[in-house]
């Protein structure tokens, strides 16, 4: 018999269009990485009624009914108490889930509230499916014999560690999902989608693995996807492909998964025992952050300075004054100077400089909006780099793709050393 | 009579969650725009028995039935043979789609294969939906008395230009969407959800406008949604009760719409012609890169330091050493150096200052994960304040609540200096 599962996912503001609904892909891409056939997806709103009439519909054609949403506290979260309803049975409180509450509204120093009581309250013989990062618990129930109820809240962050930390292992222990599809995503800079593809044509025809080429955030990716009866299984048909698209990738491929450019880079700057400091311009603070998102950072991150008015850059980056004036604050010249000054007055082995034009405003017909100077001083001295990223794509794109791509320029410089 | 409206997706594609259901997004978003109530989006894959199970449910509760995707020239596109099949009516083929098809295809020096025929065949009494952008038409179709059935294409580009240009003239033709529904979304901070509904509970009862409790990232937001003849009528409903939600939340009501903690600090900066420095620890340059995220901030924002290691709080902050080692950077004592250092280093009104421990590792157990102080340094003095919150949901929650909750108290701060 072919199990059929089906993704229900409640909130009336995914019918008002309030937000995507990156939930139901989320659990799509994980059930078929189990393997597991899933028919249907529906939406509906915080009515009871229709609630009501979609589960009536899905019980009959499914044997396991994924739910997100409408675990919250207010009055129109509605999903564990008109399930209770659909299939006749009271909703009972659970005292350790109220007291799991407390003590996390007490650590951020809430107090508990009469609407929480509703969070704490099951259809009775459900179990708790617990919520390690947020307050509303869901559910995993059999309500009837054949049927299994997963219910989850619609917080992405919350719902997706329930799914992998408690769901996949229960599905796991019920027989779902016996064959695996198992991926490892490349990732590459400093090279174009269009270019990567003429390198790896070939490779974009193999069946098992598979490999496909993705794109986002000036970021190209390619995913390689072997599917096999055990991870491991998988992971064999996929390394000998992953090592022939290394090669062919070079320099260019910085690393694999959950790999970022701030976290390659920490690594390199580990491995050679040295310190960076950044000189931050139209960034404002945007690359410090991406190598402090990197736990372990301080290690080798001692800090920065956000010289956002020029002002700043001469104060306490020893730019020159008479520079800035005659060659303008984003030029070559200024970078180079912002990396040497931060080098030298936090006293680390390298300083990174960005200088830049992030817009929509400030762009001249020489000096236009998306315009972008890195600089990077070091135990050899110090280079700078341009960078036109244009206009088009706006100014959050233009200070993410000047912080990635000033990061790729010390990740080159480290690798250089390496060798 | 209420008239119902779903949407209904499909495509294996969204099944396996290799992309997002946007076309369901933004057909939700164009419908509340024309107070066209909708009560399901469904998503099923290229399977005519599964499709046909689908039409059959929802014409049963819906007057318009709403479909994109699977008007392809592929085996696998299955949309209008399955509904004519549905409705007891054979496939009619069009001449005129055809000479169309090919005409488009010259342009773009293609030849017309087999395939495309099937794409020329429409069920029986259904009209021409046309596709300027692409090959595929959809369908206008009332195949029952007050049931009408649009479909589109599943590329997004051609979609959205069918709709507005024909099917939207249609629906107002047929006496769909006369009413329009308009929202205002305020912005709250320091207010916890449940909190905040125990304060607005009664609104939640309102017909028109309705208001309904959103959270994410921390911040809790209220939507106000009205339909009315106009979109004008539909402000002078949301106009008192915005009111009142703004009384009753006071201060913890920061904003509205796109209103970010960041711009609305910025504005009363500009308002008191003020100026602003930071001094970041765990956020690592998260609260400069917040702050210059809006354009033109760079009137206000002069820059900041990132002073991660200890060392550069006191080299380049005036941090006190001797306080630095007594107290530990994660103090009141070192939040308040740190404010005053870099205002008096770089000359501002203001200098605010973040210092924690945002994990995973670091905590101890008199200063655990989560332990994050502002410190904020003014013309009448300076401040801090100490947050805890929680290690539950990791560093990049506790960075961002950390820089987010840095802007809140400085906003509070502008705020009474303005009474």
Known sequence: MTQSVE????????????????????????????????????????????IKGVVRIARDRSQLLIFTGG?????????????????????????????DIARKFAQRGHILTANNHKQASLPEGAEILTNDSGSAPGIIWQPLPGLTILTFPGVPAEMQRMWREVAVPYLRSQGWGNTTIYSRTLRFWGISESALAEKVNSFFDLQNPTVAPYVNHGEVKLRVSARADSTAAAQQ?????????????????????DDSLASVVGALLKTAQATLAVAESCTGGGLGASLTAVPGSSSYFWGGVISYDNAIKVRLLNVDEHDLAEQGAVSHTIAKQMAEGVRSRLGTTWGLSITGIAGPDGGTADKPVGLVYVGLAGPNGVQSFEHQFGALRGRTWIRNLSAATALDHLRRQLLIKLE
Request: proline share 6%.
């Open 7 to 50: 993704i229900i996912c409640v909130g009336t503001e995914l019918l008002l269009g309030d937000i995507l609904n990156s939930n139901a892909q989320f659990l799509a891409q994980e059930l078929a990485k189990l393997g597991i056939a899933h028919y249907y997806q529906t939406v509906v709103g915080d009515n009871p009624e229709r």
């Open 237 to 257: 048909l996929i390394a000998p492909i992953e090592q022939q698209l290394r090669q062919i990738g070079g320099l260019d491929c910085y690393g694999a998964n």
């Open 71 to 99: 675990l919250g506290p207010t009055p129109d979260d509605l999903t564990h108490e008109t399930l209770a309803d659909c299939f006749g049975v009271p909703l009972v409180e659970h005292p350790e889930i109220l007291e």
